[in-house]
């Protein structure tokens, strides 16, 4: 692979990257304080905080994640009725009012967190100015807009049809089950 292969995999990959390095730090985090209490009476004093702080961060990135991989909890029952050009215009059109809203809420937090959050609101155990953790919010919701548009500069564009996770496993189990329900059959 090339430096610029390489490049291009890490950023488009990054929100994943960034969860799974969050996800594993705080469990082993919330591991540590476990075992610290059980057997040796002691806990990490701000392990607990950082380990939410984490947490929400994770949360909101791999909701970025859920929006690249068009994985998202819609109602789509109703586009199976529609003519595809129908349907492709009007998820499209749900599409953008989400990216509005998005860029909405991306305007507002970073309102609060820049403008209107006081310097003086700390993490109680840390120290660490609050606007760090709050953040994520004005991050995560530009993400998630850009990974939205993307989807649809792909589907537009590139004619690429995007398929959620979920969707395809059902398909492989449904495969799955036709083989063995198959197998069965020749075997009586």
Known sequence: MTIKR?????VDHIEEYICAFLLGTFVLLLFVQ?????FFSYSIPWGEEVATYMFVWFAYLGAVVAAKMSAHNRVTFQFR??????????E????????????YFTWLSYE????????FWR??????????????????FLLMS???????YL?????VELVDPESQELEAIKRQGAKARDSVVEGA
């Open 6 to 10: 390489v490049a291009l995999h890490i």
């Open 155 to 159: 589907i537009w564009f590139k004619h």
């Open 81 to 90: 009725f529609f003519p595809p050009i129908v349907k492709k215009v009007t």
């Open 146 to 152: 850009i990974r939205i548009l993307w989807n649809n």
């Open 92 to 103: 499209s059109i749900a599409d953008l009012l989400w990216v509005a809203f998005n860029l």
């Open 34 to 38: 476990i075992i610290l209490r059980q």
């Open 112 to 119: 609060f967190v820049f403008n209107r959050m006081n310097l």
């Open 123 to 140: 993490s109680q155990t840390t120290g660490i100015p609050m606007k760090y953790f709050f953040m994520v919010l004005p991050v995560a």
